[in-house]
């Protein structure tokens, strides 16, 4: 079959050939096999949905082809096999989906026991952080409507049933001052828990995942760049501060797009009043904390299992998977207020065509010890 290469390299200096979005750089999957690690998973107009290959001959660049496809450059195992099958049916490529499809596959066993017990580990967390932030909401929203001297404890202080009875009331209150009924209120809420599940609140009192994931990626930034100095071959430094660098680029995007969707708590009820008339845009905008981290996992989990094949390959290997920053990122982050600049994620851009190397263990003998190492990453992005 053809295949399609991706354009990488700009053609002249003022050729920007990163990615315009989110959605079209796609979701990185963590397939267990060696050859696709680091592939990831689109829509596409003609064809449903496609997938974009770290090349296959051992050069810079991607290779494009359907996802159905897989098989026809190489064989997938099983677990890639599912876990195609359940990409292929959901609704809409994001990476929740993505981590969800992973999950499923994963409780099978067809990971490893390690993986199962993590997916499963990982459900449990889930359901969990669920009622842990519904109740921090419930604890903004007392504070936020009880008037000065009201009680005298804080609601997080407080028996649970006089919380109860407070939090009743802080609904009621609500509902009156914004002319909604109580069981929209509490809809709401149950809304923004979806919504806020995964961000948390200011000092992550919930563990949220965005905000451990961000301090996660700001120290393997820090932690890749000291291996890089101390690197002596020039292609090695190359690439730990390539690495290094788009870790933190993403790192300071996240910061700004977490304190946005953090400060968006301190006014409860313009939040609920906002969810109300579009949840759509609500979604969306805590979303692209997803978008933004999607693929460091597996990033983050080749850099903990790097002495299994070295330090060297892994940064090779690591270099070839980095985020390509989407245009669309300086929109999210408030170029037009001078936030962010778009210029060092385009010259980050520039650096990945330098020193994008292809690892080649893959095609040297190692598969059964590849795909035991790509295993252990998977419970990386459960």
Request: glycine share 6%; aromatic share 4%; charged share 25%.
């Amino acid at each position: 079959m053809q295949l399609r290469p991706e354009q990488t390299v700009a053609r002249s200096p003022v050729d920007d050939a990163r990615p315009a979005t989110f959605l079209e750089r796609g979701v990185m999957v963590p397939f267990t096999t060696p050859m696709l690690l680091g592939s990831r998973v689109r829509p596409s107009g003609r064809r449903g949905l496609e997938i974009a290959v770290p090349s296959p001959a051992g050069v810079r660049g991607f290779y494009v082809l359907p996802l159905r496809g897989l098989p026809d450059i190489c064989t997938p195992t099983l677990h890639d096999r599912l876990l195609v099958d359940l990409v292929e049916r959901i609704p809409a490529v994001t990476p929740d989906a993505i981590i969800g499809a992973t999950r499923q596959v994963a409780q099978e066993g067809f990971a490893g026991r390690e993986a199962a017990a993590a997916a499963s580990a990982a459900a449990k967390a889930q359901a969990n952080q669920r009622l842990i932030t519904n109740y921090r909401l419930l604890l903004l929203l007392i504070r936020q409507t009880e008037v000065q001297g009201e009680h005298v404890l804080p609601p997080e202080r407080d028996v649970p049933l006089s919380v109860q009875r407070r939090a009743e009331r802080a609904v009621a209150r609500l509902a009156h001052d914004a002319g909604l009924s109580p069981s929209a209120v509490v809809t709401a809420m149950d809304g923004l828990t979806e919504a806020y599940l995964a961000v948390g609140f200011r000092g992550d009192p919930t563990r949220a995942r965005y905000q451990g994931e961000l301090v996660a990626l700001a120290d393997m930034a820090e932690e890749v760049a000291r291996w890089g100095e101390l690197a002596v071959d020039p292609q090695q430094s190359g690439c730990a501060s390539l690495i290094a660098r788009s870790a933190r680029l993403t790192v300071e995007a996240g910061e700004i797009l977490m304190e946005r969707v953090l400060a968006a708590t301190e006014d409860l009820r313009a939040l609920l009043l906002r969810w109300t008339r579009d949840s759509e845009a609500v979604l969306r905008e805590t979303a692209r904390l997803a978008w933004l981290l999607d693929g460091w996992s597996v990033m983050a989990g080749l850099w903990r299992s790097a002495d299994r094949m070295g330090r060297a390959a892994t940064v090779g290997e690591m270099a070839v998977m980095v985020p390509s920053m989407p245009r669309e990122v300086t929109r999210w982050t408030g170029e037009a207020s001078g936030e962010v600049s778009d210029e060092p994620h385009s010259v980050t851009h520039s650096m990945r065509s330098r020193f994008v190397v292809r690892m080649t263990d893959w095609r040297t003998g190692r598969m059964l010890e590849l795909t035991e190492r790509n295993e252990v990453i998977v419970k990386e992005c459960l």
